[in-house]
């Protein structure tokens, strides 16, 4: 669809309401772009029309047919929504946000405004390991989870392949000519990553150096690179980039999600807007196909990280 857009000169809305014959694009426009279709041989995905069929308003046009519940508000969660509306615009749907915590809203009351908007597809951001925090009930609507959100939960899923990740790495840390690996997160991002950075190095690194504190301490981590020795360190905790300069000989990747990484530091970047661009379609395929509640059985689907090289990982 975005071809089309660029050929046509228009957004992809456009393009998504001249496919649909919609009043909201003139006659002639609607042609042109149908004309266009045609000669670069686009055909509309059937389950995301028949998506648009069902959320379509009464004589207004389209209106929100995906409802985003976020467990935060900052620069993260308005990124991850801004990609969200973009993918959804794409489709000729949008997004409602509701950030949970924010002036009152809370899970109850924020499937209550998506009810009554009659928007029956959510998207359930990240919330970590915030068991305290209450999940919503999705026995009615087509929910798509992304990240590890709720243990108990037989939802669709969307995360990142953390194990398949690390081994990337490995790869790339043995093919500069390092040998002796080491591991560095908190335990709190442990958890987050389910243990998978460790599971990875435990297959394919017989013996490896491992820190996990609870707290970071420049000084514990000082004496766990003494006594260890490794020779490079893959991390997902920011403060050890600040240690690079009493280790020179140190290698160093770093694995998040920031759109920008560190500059010079190699990192396997989890590939944010694909979570969201899957999720997204996630949701209007359950809308397309009626399915609501959980999944049977439930379902995950692994987005491949990318990997971005930098100096901190020098060949050796």
Not at 25 to 34: C, D, E, F, Y
Not at 56 to 77: D, N, P, V
Not at 182 to 192: K, M, N, T
Not at 209 to 236: M, R, T
Request: glycine content about 10%; some cysteine; proline content about 5%.
């Amino acid at each position: 669809m975005r071809d089309v857009a660029a050929a046509a000169g228009v957004s992809p809305m456009t393009v998504s309401y001249a496919l649909r014959n919609h009043p909201r694009v003139s006659a002639a426009t609607r042609a042109r772009i149908q004309e266009l279709a045609r000669e670069m041989h686009y055909q509309v995905d059937p389950d995301t029309s028949r998506c648009l069929a069902r959320v379509a308003s009464r004589g207004r046009g389209i209106r929100e047919a995906i409802g985003f519940l976020h467990y935060g508000s900052g620069a993260r969660e308005q990124d991850l929504q801004r990609i969200a509306e973009h993918r959804a615009g794409e489709r000729g749907v949008g997004v409602l946000g509701l950030w949970l915590g924010q002036e009152g809203m809370n899970v109850e009351r924020a499937m209550g405004i998506l009810e009554a908007r009659g928007i029956r597809g959510v998207l359930i951001g990240n919330r970590g390991l915030l068991e305290e925090v209450e999940f919503p009930d999705c026995g009615h609507v087509a929910a798509v989870e992304l990240g590890q959100t709720h243990a108990g939960s037989r939802l669709p899923r969307v995360l990142g392949n953390h194990f398949g990740n690390t081994r990337r790495v490995l790869d790339q840390v043995a093919g500069a000519g390092y040998s002796r690996p080491g591991l560095v997160c908190l335990s709190h991002q442990d958890e987050a990553y389910l243990g998978l950075l460790r599971a990875a190095f435990a297959v394919q690194c017989l013996d490896y150096p491992l820190w996990v504190p609870e707290v970071w301490s420049s000084k514990a981590f000082q004496s766990w690179v003494q006594e260890e020795k490794p020779d490079v360190i893959f991390s997902s905790t920011p403060q050890v980039r600040a240690e690079l300069e009493r280790y020179p000989d140190l290698g160093l990747v770093e694995y998040h999600d920031e759109t920008t990484p560190g500059k010079g530091i190699a990192t396997l970047q989890e590939h944010r807007k694909a979570k969201i661009e899957r999720a997204v379609d996630l949701v209007l395929s359950r809308l397309a196909r009626g399915e609501t509640g959980e999944s049977h059985p439930p379902t995950q689907t692994l987005i491949d990280g990318r990997w971005i090289p930098g100096v901190s990982l020098q060949p050796r």
